[in-house]
């Protein structure tokens, strides 16, 4: 025990309720897109040992893995002798999701794709780093380099050599590389329901193993943002899994593998309960000074926010995720908040029901949806029969009611309420307002009589009812109270706050069905997101068989296509400057506040007080990320 908690007395029997929960910034790529016609795909080969799809999943386990059978390694390169101390002490973690567990890449879905590797299971092709500059960019984990091709329709990984699987399973090879995303991309695998499968079927055409070390990938759109967007742990991406795991156990064995290549080998992944490994005595990272430098680390779902905090205060956690509220008092008491991360999430009401697209962007496909204009904040750009027209009576009437809404937050009581003053006001989505690139244009501030003024001239001088989706959790539900208070005092809207799951309404934002409004505009709400990142792909029909914020709008399309595919980086810079014009002008996505995501760790605990995190947007394990590094005293 470490000494500020020596003479703590341990919670004895500590009970809870190990419910899942879902986070409300649910991943966008939960479900998969079902394969679209390569739109300006160059010339690819067809990809090497391509895994043919199973007709249906089978259930998840909701168990600890079954252990593979341990084998000699399959290749002639041997493991690298460990080097440093021997790995001694235990970790404990307290969050509240564990997810639920898959070995399998293809039925992996949200959640489970992002826990693999962020556990430490296994490893992804690069980390990511902050610069001196305070930039964040990547450097080499799986992949020692990415280059990429002039023509812009291909790039070459070039692999680390002598990494192992757990359990004997063999040296990673490039084969395994192309078959952990060709498994899990609906594009290659259209039986896909990895997390990423919808979002790597717009990128990817394929991987293809060239050699031994070298994956090439085949672009289906070539993607401006690069390996640290789609390849590395700064967002999401595809954990390496062993393909000859899949080859000799098969499709429903495989579920329960859990091997891979990462610092921790499982012990135990039980979902609702908990994540448990023990340190890879093998582990690639160990000659080079990454460690593993702790014998075992655990990670426990704990669904109440005191629970977490009580585990952090008598000594059971050395980390915990915990309210923002807690951390004043926590730090009072010697405890610290991890910062590094640099990680602030979005907080906004999306707009939903505004399907404006008539032809699917990348299938040119006619699309059939219902423009429900009965709701005050949709409006029908094709209203009368006719072309697309931003100005027929819905839309304009719309818009109105969109920014009436937008101009009547109290962002500053909310992020003082809410947050204790732990975060900052803001405007726009995918954009922290506190950013050097932000227009004060873009904001719409607190103006209630100029709202008012906004739904009279709609039409709606007496107000109206509606219904907000904020989901079961704390903070959505605050949120959305708040709010519902304030249009219905000033603007006469009453607000029916919908408390499902969001399981249940998630549905409705794949299919395009969903005209009720939602406390959420999509994962990529991180402040930490680069400037000049390609927005509006959850905004437009790009995303249709996946994730979206129930809406599908034209300037979101063109925006996606054209940042994505745009190599320089003013250019970039400047199509985002329009799409955040756009949004303030239509008020889709309305900003409230960015939140940081700051665990709460015991310094005492730590050889230095700290490990080495690195920046995160990916919020699964609450941005807890690198604990390979974790030295305890």
């Known amino acids: 025990m470490w000494s500020k908690l020596a003479n703590m007395k341990l919670l004895i029997g500590l009970t809870v309720a190990l419910a899942p929960i879902l986070a409300l910034a649910c991943s966008a790529e939960e479900a998969a897109a079902p394969a679209a016609p390569q739109a300006a795909a160059p010339a690819a080969p067809a990809p090497v040992a391509q895994v043919a799809p199973a007709a249906s999943a089978p259930a998840p386990s909701t168990s600890a893995p079954v252990a593979a059978p341990t084998r000699a390694p399959t290749t002639s390169a041997a493991p690298s002798a460990p080097s440093g101390p021997k790995p001694s002490g235990t970790l404990t973690i307290a969050v509240a999701d564990t997810n639920t567990p898959g070995g399998l890449p293809r039925f992996c879905s949200a959640g489970c794709a992002e826990h693999i590797y962020m556990s430490g299971i296994t490893d992804v092709l690069f980390n990511s780093k902050l610069t001196p500059e305070g930039t964040v960019t990547t450097e080499p984990m799986l992949a020692l380099s990415f280059e990429l091709d002039p023509s812009l329709e291909f790039g070459d990984f070039t692999l680390r050599q002598g ?65 640290l967007h789609r390849f590395s742990r700064f967002w999401q991406t595809a954990g390496i899994m062993s393909k000859n795991v899949f080859d000799e156990l098969g499709v429903e064995a495989t579920q329960d593998a859990l091997i891979g290549v990462g610092a921790f080998e499982n012990d135990e992944w039980e979902q609702d309960k908990s994540i448990v490994g023990h340190a890879f005595a093998d582990y690639w990272g160990t000659s080079e000074g990454w460690g593993p430098f702790v014998e075992n680390a655990r990670w426990f779902e704990i669904p109440e926010g005191a629970s977490r905090r009580a585990m952090l205060e008598t000594g059971e956690a050395q980390v915990a995720q915990v309210g923002l509220k807690d951390l004043p008092e926590l730090i009072g008491k010697g405890f610290a908040a991890m910062k590094k991360a640099e990680f602030n999430t979005i907080d906004n009401i999306s707009m939903t029901g505004n399907y404006w697209e008539k032809f699917g962007a990348l299938t040119g496909a006619e699309l059939e949806r219902d423009r429900d204009t009965s709701k005050p904040h949709v409006g029908d750009p094709f209203e009368g029969g006719g072309d697309f027209d931003a100005n027929t009576p819905s839309m304009v009437s719309s818009r109105l009611v969109r920014n009436a809404f937008a101009w009547s937050i109290q962002r500053e009581e909310l992020l003082e309420n809410l947050l204790g003053g732990l975060g900052f006001v803001n405007y726009q989505p995918y954009n922290s307002s506190n950013s050097p690139a932000h227009d004060t244009a873009w904001d719409w501030g607190t103006d209630f009589d100029k709202a008012k003024g906004m739904l009279d001239e709609a039409g709606y001088a007496d107000g109206f009812e509606m219904d907000l989706w904020v989901g079961t959790g704390e903070l959505g539900a605050e949120i959305g109270e708040s709010v519902g208070a304030a249009w219905q005092q000033h603007l006469g809207v009453k607000v029916n706050l919908i408390k499902t799951a969001y399981s249940v309404y998630r549905p409705g934002l794949v299919a395009r069905t969903t005209n009720t409004p939602f406390t959420g505009c999509g994962d990529e709400n991180k402040s930490n997101f680069p400037y000049d990142w390609a927005h509006g792909f959850v905004m437009s029909s790009i995303s249709a068989g996946g994730y979206g914020v129930g809406m599908e709008i034209p300037w979101a399309s063109e925006s996606y296509t054209k940042m994505a595919g745009e190599p320089d980086k003013a250019k970039r810079e400047a199509m985002s400057a329009s799409f955040f014009e756009s949004n303030a002008r239509e008020a889709l996505c309305v900003g409230i506040f960015e939140r940081p995501l700051w665990p709460a760790i015991d310094p005492d605990a730590f050889v230095g007080g700290t490990w080495d995190m690195r920046p995160m947007a990916n919020g699964n394990l609450f941005a807890i990320n690198n604990i390979r590094t974790v030295k305890l005293k």
């Open 163 to 227: 990494v192992q699987f757990h359990q004997g399973w063999g040296e990673m090879t490039a084969a395994d590389v192309e078959y952990s995303y060709n498994d899990a991309n609906s594009v290659t695998n259209p039986e896909s329901i990895h997390g990423q499968a919808g979002d790597f079927a717009p990128l990817i055409a394929s991987m293809e193993a060239l050699d031994a070390y070298t994956v090439r990938l085949h672009y289906r759109n070539y993607d401006s943002r690069g390996v």
